[in-house]
């Protein structure tokens, strides 16, 4: 595979038959891994719209020196986007579905609600994740969500998390203040001491927030990339 380049690697359809598309982009054989996430929950663009900005700079070569190969899934939760609903087509939540010790097969959150967790690990889409972090074994994971306009961590993080949240201007939280059972930052962060960040970003209402909330995570991405943070 040639260097400096995205390739599409892996894609797998959802149970209502869209692609769930899985990026590499590789800046050398021996550096380690950082996945890029977005759209867990499907009424979350704002994640994958970030992802598929990053991408647009990667491609023309703007987005500076990488330090890290990276594993970019855009959008983890299409059918959710296609229904504009937070849990997936089964309608489960799929970060709330991974098989951790704190599992609860029901999810709660001020948000949005109760909210089905499924059975720990059913739904492809998570299958997907557990399989890819297995394989990649990543050094770190940035997860996209909003709208809590701040930023969180799992596992061995903090100091990331905060100049993440120094940079954007987010508030930095130890968690975000309900129980997150079963959630990918438990299973990842927690439970395989994963460094990882989840990123809430402030809720886009128009494209012109997307834009602007881009400028605001584009300097926290490319520091995280680069290797600076
Ligand atoms: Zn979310």
Redesign the pocket.
């Known amino acids: 595979m040639l260097p400096n380049v995205l390739n599409k690697v892996k894609s797998l359809n959802s149970p209502r038959g869209h692609e769930i598309a899985v990026w590499e982009y590789l800046a050398g054989e021996e550096n380690a891994w950082l996945f890029l996430l977005g759209r867990?929950?499907g009424d979350?663009p704002e994640g994958e719209y970030l992802i598929r900005r990053l991408m647009e700079e990667l491609r023309a070569g703007t987005a500076g020196e990488i330090l890290y190969n990276l594993l970019l899934v855009p959008c983890l939760n299409p059918d959710g986007k296609e229904l504009n609903t937070?849990e997936n087509a089964n309608k489960i939540d799929l970060?709330r579905n991974y098989p951790t010790a704190n599992f609860s097969p029901e999810s709660v959150n001020p948000h949005s609600g109760k909210a089905s967790a499924g059975k720990p690990g059913s739904e492809i889409e998570t299958q997907l994740m557990m399989a890819l972090t297995a394989l990649y074994e990543p050094a770190r994971i940035l997860s996209i969500?909003?709208d809590l306009h701040l930023v969180d961590y799992d596992g061995p993080a903090h100091d990331w998390a905060a100049e993440i949240a120094k940079l954007t201007g987010y508030k930095l939280v130890e968690n975000v203040g309900y129980p997150c059972t079963g959630s990918f930052g438990t299973w990842a962060g927690v439970e395989r001491q994963i460094p990882l960040v989840t990123l809430e970003t402030p809720g886009a209402r128009s494209d012109e927030d997307l834009a602007r909330i881009w400028e605001e995570v584009r300097p926290a991405l490319l520091a995280t990339l680069s290797g600076k943070i």
């Open positions: 867990f929950h979350e937070r970060n969500h909003s």
